[in-house]
C-alpha cells in the first residue's frame, strides 16, 4: 500500500478556504495524482483540505471519505499554548525555532518530550497519543494493523494507493508517529509545503509484518510542471 499525506494548498484561514493560487495548487496536484491513480481519498473536516482534495476527486471519479481527527482544529487545540501566561495571545508550540527543540530539555525528557516545561503549557501529551491511536484504528481499517514493537502486522495485502488530505500541524505530528520518530525532532527537522505530497509505502513482507517507509517528503513537483511560483510556503524561493 501507498499512503499519500498531503498538506492543503495555499490558504485562507479564515473565511476558511483556498487563494487563487491554493486553487491553481489543487488543480496541478490533481494532475500529479492521476499519474498512477488513487483507490481511495480522504480529507479533514476543513474547508482547505476538502477543496483541496475535490479537483483530484473530481478529475479521478473518486468520493472523498471525511476523517474528523485529521482535523486542523484538534491539532491546534492540543499543540498550542499562550505565549505569555494572561497574554491571551497563543502560537503553535510545534513551530519554534529548530534548536530550541532539538537541544533544550525537550530532548533530555526522551520518550517523555511532553513531560518539558514547554510543552506542559499545551496539551501535547493527550493530543498526541488521540492522534497516534486514531492512525492506528486508520491504518487497521486500510489492511495493517499496529502492534508495539513489531511495526503493523499485515492483515489484508493490498496494493492499494491512498490519499489523506490534511494539514501541516497535524501532517508533521502524524508522520512523526506513523515513521516513529520523536516528535520535537520531526518538527524541527522538517517541514511540509502547501500541497506538498509525502509518500509511504506499506510494503508486503512475506513473514506478515511491515513498517511504513518514507519515498518522498514534501514533493512539490507538480507546481514546477504547471510553472506556478517555487515558493516554499510562501516565504522561500526554491
Known sequence: MLLYIIRHADPIYNPDTLTELGHKQAAALAERLAVNGLDKVYSSPNGRAQMTAKPTCELLGLEYGVEDWMSE???????????????????????????????????????????????????????????????????????????????????????????????????????????????????????????GVTILQFANYENGYTSPRCLCLCDTSHIYKSGLPMKYNNFIDI
Open 73 to 195: 482544529n484538534f491539532a491546534w487545540r492540543d499543540f498550542s499554548r499562550e505565549t505569555e501566561e494572561g497574554s491571551g495571545k497563543w502560537a503553535w508550540t510545534i513551530f519554534r525555532q529548530s534548536t530550541d527543540l532539538k537541544y533544550d530539555d525537550t530532548i533530555k525528557a526522551g520518550d517523555k518530550w511532553y513531560d518539558s516545561d514547554y510543552f506542559k503549557r499545551a496539551d501535547a501529551k493527550n493530543g498526541y497519543k488521540r492522534i497516534a491511536d486514531c492512525s492506528d484504528e486508520f491504518i487497521e481499517r486500510l489492511g495493517y494493523k499496529r502492534e508495539e514493537n513489531k511495526g503493523y502486522k499485515i492483515i489484508r495485502a493490498n496494493n492499494d494507493r491512498v490519499a489523506a488530505f490534511c494539514h501541516g500541524g497535524f501532517g508533521s505530528t502524524w508522520l512523526s508517529h506513523l515513521l516513529e520518530i520523536s516528535p520535537p525532532l520531526f518538527w524541527s527537522s522538517f517541514d511540509i509545503s502547501h500541497s
